[in-house]
């Protein structure tokens, strides 16, 4: 049996689409690589695009849960890493658009001076607790 609690955030955590913590028990703990494409799912060139670059890290990690037997509602705490600060509010809708329920992950935003290709404006990895 797995039990997950995201603990209540204040207006500001919800307002940037974060769980201040969340508890657990039981399951099994999935850690995912970041991930990173300029190309989405159907391997259209998205390199430079932010919008597009997000969704389809969000829909690979969403994948992968899914191989290991849950999905990205499981997902508890995730590290993002961008390469312009003025994403950030960016990537604050683009999340509540990925866990449109309300219970988010706990997050860290990074800002990075580059990435390991061209193109590549952000990284997402993260942490999930599956049955």
Known sequence: MVSVTHLEGGAFQQSRAFSPAI???GG???WLSGQTTTTDLDGNDIAWKFDEQVRTCYA???RTLRRAG???ANLVYSTTFILDPRHGDRLVDL???AFPD???PCSALITVAGFARPGILVEIQ???VVP
Do not use: I, P, Q, Y
């Open 23 to 25: 508890v657990t028990e």
């Open 28 to 30: 099994r703990t999935v």
């Open 60 to 62: 690979l990690m969403d």
């Open 70 to 72: 849950g999905s990205l």
């Open 95 to 97: 999340r509540k658009e």
């Open 102 to 104: 309300g219970k988010f």
């Open 126 to 128: 993260g942490v999930a």
